[in-house]
């Protein structure tokens, strides 16, 4: 079984940035995709990045496109996804998905939590 798991949240003031990271217990190279989906509070779960691990294609949710960007660290083996200038909006807890070719094989994490506070 893969176990995903987010990291960088926290408390963050309006304006600000914030880079958060996902891992796996599998190489984030041997999926198709990784994502991130963010939920706010009484809010569904919405879509916020795909980035596709061939080509490093990335599609972005169309609202957030331009202050967030999705990436793959070769370095680290991680996911990232860097926040700029957040607002209070964007508090939510983060999550990330990966995913294998097969389809039905997908891992979530448990989230990590953001909060945009000054």
């Known amino acids: 079984q893969v176990e995903v798991v987010e990291s960088g949240g926290g408390l963050v003031q309006p304006g600000k940035s914030l880079t958060l990271s996902c891992a796996a217990t599998?190489?984030?190279?041997?999926?198709?995709?990784m994502e991130w989906y963010r939920q706010g509070p009484d809010k569904p779960r919405a879509f916020v990045a795909r980035f596709f691990m061939d080509s490093r294609t990335v599609l972005y949710s169309r609202s957030l496109k331009g202050r967030f960007t999705a990436s793959a660290d070769s370095d680290e083996g991680t996911f990232k996804l860097q926040m700029n200038n957040v607002t209070p909006e964007d508090t939510a807890r983060y999550f990330c998905?990966?995913?294998?070719?097969?389809?039905?094989?997908?891992?979530w994490g448990r989230g990590t939590q953001v909060t945009v506070s000054s």
């Open positions: 599998e190489s984030i190279w041997s999926f198709k995709s």
């Open positions: 998905k990966a995913v294998k070719s097969v389809p039905g094989n997908e891992y």
